[in-house]
């Protein structure tokens, strides 16, 4: 049956040559609903086959319309840059402190977190200035400046300083973080869907992310419902990788119910 569809979609190729510019509209309409589909997926819905599938994405690529993914491709709004980080607190700011209010619910008062560098994390940081007995591992600056004169006690992971995330990142912070076990860890993103996972904008600070998921008990994510559908450059997680995520309720129905399927709890506020 599979040699039959492939045979199709061959001979579907060869007579819809002419039809390039209608089908690269279409494909572009369907990625406007979706903000994210994969080559498989258009072969069934366009009738033709990966390989032309694949020249019409590098082709809209090329006019800035989408960015071509493994697998697959994003709509180019979609493929988020990252913001300064100030600007990134001045956003969804309600959301965020209900997020935080909810993720200290999980926290014991004498257990070992990890706060990464996200500012929906942040918030949750300024929640935990009570909480003496608590460890938190952290590679934020910014969790930094709210413990330095009170608070859990903290450990720093070291390693270069990425001044846009205001983090410590790359290799250098595997030597702390393989020493470590977190209870929980508390992670943002920049983007998160089903299909590409947790991603980020840098390679360096992907990797610290990694290492600390892989390091955790439990792996949390703390992410307003814009994150959701919307893809960066580097992946450092997958959904299944999640015990839990907390996000407001404008969190899209689909999203909520491919999160569950893949077994991650969903708390949301």
Do not use: W
Request: positive net charge.
């Amino acid at each position: 049956m599979r040699i039959n569809k492939q045979k199709q979609s061959q001979v579907n190729d060869i007579n819809t040559k002419d039809l390039a510019e209608p089908r690269r509209s279409r494909v572009l309409k369907l990625l406007r609903a979706s903000r994210i589909l994969r080559v498989d997926e258009l072969v069934d819905e366009l009738g033709v086959s990966a390989a032309t599938v694949r020249r019409d994405l590098a082709v809209l690529e090329g006019f800035g319309e989408l960015r071509r993914i493994h697998g697959g491709a994003v709509i180019a709004d979609a493929y988020d840059e990252e913001p300064l980080f100030d600007a990134k607190t001045a956003v969804a700011v309600d959301e965020k402190r209900r997020i935080a209010l909810a993720a200290l619910k999980l926290i014991h008062p004498k257990g070992v977190i990890y706060l990464d560098g996200g500012s929906t994390v942040l918030e949750l940081a300024r929640q935990l200035v009570p909480f003496n007995k608590l460890t938190v591992v952290t590679n934020s600056l910014r969790v930094v400046e709210i413990f330095k004169s009170s608070g859990p006690r903290m450990i720093i992971t070291g390693g270069e300083c990425r001044l846009l995330s205001q983090t410590f990142v790359g290799p250098l912070t595997r030597g702390v973080l393989e020493q470590m076990h977190f209870d929980l860890a508390f992670m943002g993103t920049i983007g998160v869907s089903v299909e590409q996972g947790l991603t980020t904008t840098d390679p360096a600070e992907a990797f610290t992310k990694e290492q600390v998921m892989k390091s955790a008990t439990r792996s949390i994510l703390l992410a307003d419902s814009a994150k959701f559908s919307k893809t960066s450059f580097v992946r450092f997680g997958g959904v299944e990788q999640l015990a839990i995520t907390i996000s407001d309720k404008q969190m899209p129905a689909e999203v909520q119910s491919a999160f569950k399927r893949r077994g991650c709890e969903l708390i949301l506020v």
